[in-house]
């Protein structure tokens, strides 16, 4: 098992910025590929970025690429999220998400197996 408690979301102008981590407790954290996921009210839970078990392979969607960064500290338990140049449409509950190692990179959220219960991300225009 794995606990995942996400932190860092709030309300913020647009172009502005926010950072969300993951804390996460339990089984070895390095031993899972992390994710972020995003779900807008009324509409389906959406990939946004993931990084491998080591750090070394990071993953974006194409509407985050170039603002948002991910990263993980190992020793730490965390994984973060940089979100810069923030819009209107990255509104959202940010979810984070733990798959076993052989789905690094996955863009499916059925391949994860542990999630948090999400932070607010709300951006103003």
């Known amino acids: 098992q794995v606990q995942l408690v996400e932190s860092g979301g709030g309300l913020v102008q647009a172009g502005g910025s926010l950072r969300l981590s993951c804390a996460a407790s339990?089984?070895?954290?390095?031993?899972?590929?992390m994710g972020w996921f995003r779900q807008a009210p009324g509409k389906e839970r959406e990939f946004v970025a993931a990084i491998s078990w080591s750090g070394a392979g990071t993953y974006y969607a194409d509407s985050v690429k170039g603002r948002f960064t991910i990263s993980r500290n190992n020793a730490k338990n965390t994984m973060y999220l940089q979100m810069n140049s923030l819009k209107p449409e990255d509104t959202a509950v940010y979810y984070c998400a733990a798959a076993p190692k052989l789905y690094s990179g996955s863009s499916y959220p059925g391949q994860y197996d542990y999630w948090g219960q999400g932070t607010q991300v709300t951006v103003s225009s």
């Open positions: 339990g089984r070895t954290f390095s031993s899972y590929a």
